[in-house]
Every structure is written in C-alpha cells, then in structure tokens.
C-alpha cells in the first residue's frame, strides 16, 4: 500500500485499512487535490477512500506493507496507541492539540536534563582536561552558562508557538531539502551525546558493585533510557519532574562530605592558565548547552499555544540556567581538588572514570554512598531520554519515507548503535567527551544563528501564520513559505571556511589556533554565519519578489501565478499590498507575545 501524501506532487495509490486496525484508531484523511477529467470522479474515488492507516489521534501514518515485519510494526504502533502511548511522527501539532497550560513543566524537563552527572562532568574537564584553577574554571562557567543558556531556551518557544519540531522548523530557514544538512547533522550529533551521557552513567552504575562492569552499566542505562524514550513526550515529561530529586541530594551530600577538602584546595592553578586554554575550556562548555538548541523544541509540542513566548523562555533559562551553573561548578571544584586528594586522583584514575571520582568523594558515606551512586546512574536517563527522543524525530525529517517509520524502531535502532560506541568510548573519555562536543558546537553556532535571523529579520520576530505558514508549507518543498535554502548552505559553508583555521583539538590544530588563540571556532562560526546569511536571504528575496513581479506583469493578471498549485503564498500577497519587494517576506506584524 502506498500512502496518502496531500503534499506530493502525485496523488500516491490508497487500499483501505488494515483490518487489524482499530475503528477507533482510524482517522480521516484530508480530501485530495486530484482532479480527473470530468472532476467528480476523483472527488467521489476521495471520499470512497478517505478512512486511512493513521494510527492515532495525533495524527502519525504508517505505511502499510505487504509483509510479515510491516504487518507486525502496524500491530506494535496500534497497540502503543491503545495503551495511550504517543506514537506520532514529525507532523506539526495541531493548535486544538497544544492546549496543555502546564508552563512549569519547560523547567522541570531542563532542570532534571541538567542537574545530572553528565553536566558535573562538563564542568570537570576545566581542571582535569585543561589544567585550570579552580577560580579560572569557575570564572569561565559564570560567563558562558549566562550567555548560552538563552540559546536553547529562546528555541524551545518554537514548540508551543508552530508546533513543529526543531528540524521541521528549520526548514523555515533552510528550505524543505536544505533542512536535510542540519536533521543528518543532528542525528549524528546527538547519537555522540548519547554516547557520552551511557558512558558517565555506566561508570557510575560499575562503582556500585563490583560485579557490575562499566559495559554492564552501559548496557543497563541504555535500555533505561529506550523504554522512557518508548513511551514518549508527555511520558518524558512526567519522568523529568520527578528526576532531579535524587540527583539534587547526592550533589548536596557530595558537598558535605568533600566540602572540607574543596575549602582547603587551591583555587589557583600552579602555573598562570593561558588565555588559549581559558577559550577552549569555554567552548567546549558552551557546546554542551548550544546542543540542547536542536532538542528543545520537540517537548513544547502539546503546550499552550496562546502562551507568552517570554514566560516559556524565562521558565525555559531557568531551567537551563539554575541546573547548569551549580553543578558546572561542582564538578570544576572537584575535579581542580581531585589533583590534591590522593584518594580522588585514584577514583579519577588516569582521568577517564568520573564515576570513580564521585564513588571516591562519596566512599566516606559507605553503604548511604553506594545507593547515591545507583541513583545517580539510574537517573542518567533524564538527558538520554530527550536526546533519544530527538535523535528519533530528526532521522524522520530527513527523508519523506523515514517519517513513516515507527518511531520506537528508530529508537531501538539507536540503542544497538550506541552501546558499543560507548563501550569502546569509555576507555578514553574526557579525549571523546572534547571530540564529541567540539564537533557539535561547531555546526550548532552557525545553524542558530541562520535560525535567528530568519526569525528577527525576515520573519519579524512573529509567530502568526503568515511568518510561519506551518501547515501549509512544512512538507511542501515548493511552497513560497519556504526559502530554496540556498542562503542557509552559502552561511554554513561561509561559516566552515573559517571554523576550520581556528580549530584546536588534539587531533587537528588550524593556523589561527596555532598562533596561541585558543578554539575560537563556535565563536566565529555564528559571528560569520549572521551577516552572510542575512545578505544572501536579502538577495533571494528579492531575486523571488522581482521574478513574480515580472510574471505578473507578463501574464496581464493582478495576481501571481502558482507554482505549486495551491493557494499563493500568503506573505507574498500580503507583501504586494504593502510596496516594497523585500515586504513579501519581512512585513509580518512584529509580536513576540
């Protein structure tokens, strides 16, 4: 069977549903656009088959195949939607369906995501990694954590406001086959994160027993994290306001016990820290709170869509803001002490194994000690599950077909992948956890700042339908909505020619980082991405307003010719009406509720 695609150019073969498939679960299809000859046939061949194969409310379709494995995938995602679990894809929400006026829950899910291990051992890698000071580390984390939590917790207003994921949304900057770039990407970026977050959390889980190995505890916090991930976003939702409860105790006993041996340690470095490593150190820190830009999005879907966009960003920073700094911290000034505690320095090992380092600092609590560190690892999940969850959306942005695969296979696919990447990761962690994280932060800082200047500039800050004609435009490649792309790819390449000389890892050293700068490379990577990308998508523009205008002008008709055959883009029209060609784009009324 062939699915209905209402966006394809061709109308695609329908059966009807299968008869495994719920009355209940079967929801209308909207009418075709075909037309055949004498026009009535085609409408009524529409409405004799206009019951489809969607699964669920929210509106998920899965294809339908004729074999055994497709069979059972339509019984699985069936019986996932009768049991109420969320089973659609990438579809954008509906405004009837983004009504929950549970703002809080913006803190909760990014508070729980960041009051964890993982963020703790972000903030060692200053010390242990770079040589910093205690003061230099924590100098460096004040200045970042205040900046960059803003990124993800402005981009996380796009959730309730479009109700698109963060890929699908990008497609508004970077034009329906350019979003491809960032959603592989993003696949790849944060199957790397995951790898990280199993590898604290395996070490960890390893501390608690020694019958428990580090690849065991791997193994374990990946299946966690599956089954939260199976369950989906309002799942997720209810598990991250709980979460950080545990995590928030061991962090406060941690203190108690080693609170004594942080006071007494040295708060400099023996040697003066180089600026180069003060700049690395905030790079690397700043990659892991820009990576949560292309996540936040997806857990905003089914909230208020009459929302202020300010409450859910300041709900949104705080999240982001009160977990991150405190704990950055934490790790900085255990990690620094690590080096004048022998028994620490022993946990720490030769620098790979921060769940020796927390099983040290926590070994004077005995068996108290052993069950915060179960807690601790079991609860590595509360950043797992959302970068699973997203991992799973952004493959299904990538390809028309991908977005009807069931997104719990996409899930248990990741699983497999990942766990021998982390098994063969953790033997030299803190060398994979700055690899890993530089490589994200360097395509994240120009993809948001291409996404902010759409927004600011050509959009006009508004979230109305005429800026963002989500349901019109988001799967319709031709659709005047949506840019070619072509701005996006001149901004990211633009962006990478002078990345790639300010590089400064241990596996490449550019020119510019050579002469002693330090990894200037996310920095210049979104400074040089905002006035390339804003001057090419000015000359599309323009180039698209001029070009209709001449269509115009030769066909003799007031309005525009349709070039995808459905209705004229609404800023186009609204554009004409205002003078100016740059005003089909960018007269959009200037609102951020």
């Known amino acids: 069977m062939l699915i209905y695609d209402g966006d394809s150019d061709i109308q695609k073969e329908k059966e009807e549903p299968p008869p495994y498939l719920p009355p209940s679960l079967s929801v209308p299809l909207p009418p075709t656009n075909t037309r055949d000859s004498d026009g009535d046939a085609a409408e009524n061949e529409g409405e004799k088959h ?151 959390g395996g070490q960890v889980l390893a501390k608690t027993s020694d019958h428990v190995s580090a690849t065991v505890g791997i193994v374990i916090i990946a299946f966690i994290s599956l089954l939260i991930t199976f369950c989906g976003c309002r799942m997720l939702h209810w598990y991250q306001t709980l979460i950080w409860i545990p995590n928030i105790v061991a962090f406060i006993v941690m203190l108690a016990v080693g609170g004594k041996q942080v006071m007494s340690a040295s708060v400099l470095s023996p040697t003066p820290a180089p600026p180069a490593m003060l700049v690395s150190f905030g790079s690397s820190l700043a990659a892991t709170v820009l990576s949560w830009s292309t996540i936040t999005p997806d857990y905003g879907v089914y909230h208020d869509k009459d929302a202020s966009a300010w409450r859910v960003f300041f709900y949104a920073y705080l999240g982001f803001f009160l977990s991150s700094l405190p704990v950055h911290m934490l790790g900085a000034a255990f990690g620094a002490t690590a080096l004048s505690v022998p028994s620490w320095e022993a946990g720490l090992g030769n620098g790979n194994d921060v769940g020796g380092l927390v099983a040290a600092i926590l070994a004077p609590t005995k068996g108290f000690g052993k069950f915060l560190l179960v807690l601790l690892s079991l609860t590595a999940p509360s950043a797992c599950a959302p970068t699973m969850y997203t991992v799973c959306t952004s493959f299904m942005t990538i390809h028309r077909n991908f977005a009807h695969m069931p997104r719990f296979l996409i899930a248990v696919v990741s699983t497999i992948i990942l766990i021998p990447l982390a098994i063969i990761g953790a033997a030299k962690f803190y060398s994979t956890f700055v690899d890993i994280l530089a490589l994200i932060g360097y395509w994240l800082a120009p993809y948001c700042a291409i996404a902010l200047t759409e927004h600011f500039i050509f959009r006009r800050g508004s979230y109305a339908p005429t800026a963002y004609p989500v349901r019109a435009a988001w799967d319709r490649p031709r659709h005047g909505g949506l840019p070619s792309g072509a701005a996006a790819a001149c901004a990211l390449a633009a962006s990478a020619a002078l990345i790639v000389p300010c590089i400064e890892q241990a596996w490449f050293t550019g020119p510019i980082a050579a002469r002693g700068t330090g990894d200037l490379g996310v920095l210049v990577g979104f400074v040089v991405a905002v006035p390339v990308y804003a001057g090419a998508r000015g000359a599309e523009v323009w180039y698209v307003a001029r070009s209709r205008k001449g269509r115009r002008g030769r066909s003799g008709r007031g309005g525009g010719e349709r070039e995808d055959g459905s209705e004229m883009d609404a800023m186009s029209e609204r554009g004409r009406g205002r003078g100016g060609e740059m005003g089909a784009l960018v007269s959009y009324s200037s609102r951020w509720r």
């Open 50 to 200: 206009r019951e489809g194969v969607l699964v669920a409310a929210e509106e998920n379709v899965v294809q339908e195949a004729k074999t055994k494995v497709g069979r059972l995938l339509h019984r699985a995602t069936a019986q996932l939607a009768r049991w109420g679990l969320e089973v659609n894809g990438i579809i954008p929400t509906s405004e009837e369906d983004r009504t929950d006026r549970r703002l809080y829950q913006f803190f909760f899910v990014w508070f729980s995501a960041n009051a964890n291990i993982l963020t703790l051992s972000a903030g060692t890698v200053g010390p242990a990694y770079y040589d910093l000071g205690i003061r230099d580390s924590l100098y460096v984390i004040l200045v970042v954590d205040i900046i960059a939590c803003a990124f993800p917790a402005f981009f996380a207003t796009f959730g309730p406001k479009l109700g698109t994921r963060a890929m699908v949304q990008s497609r508004f900057a970077w034009g329906y086959y350019g979003a491809i770039i960032p959603s592989i990407l993003n696949v790849l970026s944060m199957q790397g994160y995951l790898v990280i977050n199993t590898i604290i």
